[in-house]
């Protein structure tokens, strides 16, 4: 079975930097699509960047020049690296990927807290 496992989140003041990481496991097939999403409070879950396993990227308009996601097919692991926090960033961030082999399935990390402070 597959799982996610997501690693790094954790408290940070405005303007600093964190990495995410997220390890797919239970599979020997390259995740086709991986990516981050995330949900704050009273919110609807959202896009954060996703990346295909041919390295094309997707970001939200909101983070775009700050945060950067990346990936090693080896290890089947994306990362995520946040520059220039903002307090609106706080949130829970979730990792996702989409299956190649079969194709289209879904799956989810746990989710990691990402909290800024102003």
């Known amino acids: 079975q597959v799982r996610l496992v997501e690693s790094g989140g954790g408290l940070v003041q405005a303007g600093g930097s964190l990495r995410l990481s997220c390890a797919a496991s239970?599979?020997?097939?390259?995740?086709?699509?991986m990516g981050w999403y995330r949900q704050a409070p009273g919110t609807e879950r959202e896009l954060v960047a996703t990346?295909?396993?041919?390295?094309?990227?997707n970001y939200a308009e909101s983070v775009k020049g700050r945060f950067t996601v990346s990936r090693d097919n080896a290890k089947n692991t994306v990362y995520l690296q946040m520059n220039s926090l903002k307090a609106e960033d706080t949130a829970v961030y979730y990792c996702?990927?989409?299956?190649?082999?079969?194709?289209?399935?879904?799956?989810w990390g746990q989710g990691t807290q990402v909290t800024v402070s102003s």
């Open positions: 996702q990927a989409i299956s190649a082999r079969p194709p289209g399935l879904r799956y």
């Open positions: 990346i295909t396993s041919g390295g094309t990227t």
């Open positions: 239970g599979t020997i097939f390259i995740m086709n699509v």
